[in-house]
């Protein structure tokens, strides 16, 4: 795939507004970057106070891939991110290299940094380590996860059901993410979380680009009921059944679908 293309900065400089959370980025406003990283007139005056120039790069790109808008294989360039953003190249170095350990991005011999692909090996090996770590994960909180938690999981169903009604991909998966996380969080295993925290941006690849070969919210929405209901009633056996049985099912079918187009 070529570099950014027009449409695709336009797209960036949307989700740069929504991630600055004041919704006043004016791309009219970047003109140079002097030695220190800073942008002259920069659009992006708040970089500094909301967070660090690399933080702020990798959460938006990390959001303009798992929107789908930077597709897998696109080609992401220092200088032109440089621009979009009004920072020098180092912290968009110092981003996209954060994002390769996340797995989101990969560097390429011949091309750089670009959206890592989805294939099938890929969807085979997290999820074989998501089914090993996360369902005695959710089996152990539920002998111990607080009323708290489990009301937030069940706020998260509700939110989660109103985007994927509305095709609101992003909202979904960010929901899902953070109700899976809800319900292993108090394992009481701070490497297993962290693990499991490590697959998160990887899980999320995966499902945003089998959200565009086949919509499957409400079989998964279904699935986590069941899984929040084993929990809360603090039947362990069937929590981590059925988390397994969740797992393992949306693998096959996210392998039937990448394996199809082989």
Not at 184 to 213: P, R
Not at 218 to 225: D, I, K, W
């Amino acid at each position: 795939m070529p570099p950014l293309r027009a449409a695709e900065t336009e797209v960036i400089w949307c989700i740069v507004s929504r991630v600055l959370s004041d919704g006043t980025v004016d791309r009219g406003k970047v003109t140079s970057v002097n030695a220190e990283g800073d942008a002259t007139r920069s659009g992006l005056p708040s970089l500094t106070l909301q967070g660090s120039r690399s933080q702020v790069v990798a959460d938006t790109v990390r959001t303009a891939i798992l929107s789908g808008q930077l597709a897998p294989g696109q080609q992401l360039v220092e200088r032109e991110l440089s621009e979009l953003f009004g920072v020098s190249k180092t912290p968009v170095r110092e981003a996209l290299i954060g994002l390769v350990g996340t797995g989101l991005v990969e560097q390429n011999p011949y091309r750089g940094m670009v959206v890592r692909t989805v294939t099938p090996e890929l969807v085979q090996s997290v999820y074989d380590t998501r089914e090993l770590l996360e369902p005695p994960a959710v089996a152990r909180s539920a002998e111990r996860i607080p009323e708290t938690s489990m009301a937030r999981a069940s706020e998260l169903l509700d939110e989660a059901y109103k985007h994927g009604s509305a095709g609101d991909q992003v909202g979904l998966q960010l929901r899902n993410r953070e109700f899976h996380r809800v319900l292993y969080s108090s394992c009481a295993n701070l490497v297993q979380c962290h693990y499991l925290d490590g697959l998160q941006d990887l899980v999320a690849l995966i499902s945003v680009t089998g959200w565009t070969k086949k919509q499957t919210w409400e079989v998964e929405y279904e699935e986590h009921r069941g899984i929040l209901a084993a929990v809360t009633s603090r039947d362990v056996e069937a929590a981590e059944a059925r988390t397994r049985e969740h797992v393992h099912a949306f693998a096959a079918q996210l392998l039937q679908r990448f394996g199809s187009e082989g």
